[in-house]
């Protein structure tokens, strides 16, 4: 336990710090209901840190820490082979636990797509027995870097739209639902109550038509109630 505990101060430490001695970490931004969630990929580690709120992203808490072991390019995705170092914020201990993690980074370097299924295994050489074939198969989570979050307060505010653009949203929403079904009946994602994707898909409608997607859950189902097509949905 003891050597656990050191194990992770140091690489906890490195996932914050290591951007100062040489490589310096890529940082990106996940929109959550109430908060931002912080992916920080280091040259040894990958890291995911719940941030206080949307405007504080100091003092963040590790939610998931994975030291990297190795990495390799397969077509579009970067495969990364990680040890599991904290999971949903409970450090792993024995006996060690390893999965496979795909990114994909756009060519304008403002965002990145994340693959973490909940699949883990006792071993390296399982692990890699057991990777996906076809990651363009499943569903990934958008993390953007922060100047892009920054670009996003200039897009409209959910609480100003009228009934017609609150209508053309959850339209724009229930489409993305429709579209990736199969990609996330492919997916074993960790989010047992599917609010990751739920979140995802909704900040994609946003995004889409430029409203500004730091909205909390209050005031998105303010909103459904005024839809139409959320009530239909079963979203009131």
């Given at each position: 336990m003891k050597k656990l505990i050191i194990n992770?101060?140091?690489?906890?430490?490195?996932?914050?710090?290591?951007?100062?001695m040489g490589k310096p970490d890529r940082s990106f931004f996940f929109i959550g209901a109430e908060t931002l969630y912080k992916l920080?990929?280091?040259?040894?580690?990958l890291g995911i840190y719940r941030c206080p709120s949307y405007t504080l992203h100091s003092d963040a808490r590790a939610e998931s820490l994975y030291k990297i072991l190795g990495s390799e390019q397969r077509g579009d995705y970067r495969l990364y082979f990680v040890?599991?170092?904290?999971?949903?914020?409970?450090?792993q201990q024995s006996p060690q636990k390893f999965k496979s993690i795909f990114?994909?980074?756009?060519?304008?370097?403002?965002?990145?797509s994340l693959?973490?299924?909940?699949?883990?295994?006792?071993?390296?050489?399982a692990c890699?027995?057991?990777?996906?074939?076809?990651p363009g198969s499943k569903f990934f989570i958008t993390w953007f870097s922060m100047q892009r979050l920054q670009s996003f307060v200039t897009y409209r505010k959910i609480g100003d739209l009228d009934s017609a653009a609150t209508e053309k949203l959850f339209l724009a929403y229930k489409e993305h639902l429709g579209s990736n079904?199969?990609?996330v009946m492919n997916t074993n994602t960790p989010d047992m109550y599917g609010s990751l994707v739920s979140r995802e898909l909704f900040n994609r409608a946003m995004i889409g038509l430029k409203i500004n997607p730091f909205?909390?859950?209050?005031?998105?189902?303010?909103?459904?109630?005024?839809s139409t097509v959320a009530r239909e949905m079963g979203g009131s």
């Open positions: 992770m101060a140091i690489l906890l430490a490195a996932g914050f710090a290591s951007g100062q920080v990929l280091a040259p040894d580690t040890e599991v170092i904290v999971q949903g914020a409970v450090p990114l994909k980074f756009p060519a304008d370097g403002g965002s990145v693959l973490a299924e909940g699949d883990t295994y006792e071993s390296l050489a890699k027995e057991h990777v996906v074939a076809d079904k199969q990609k909205a909390s859950g209050q005031e998105i189902t303010k909103k459904a109630k005024g």
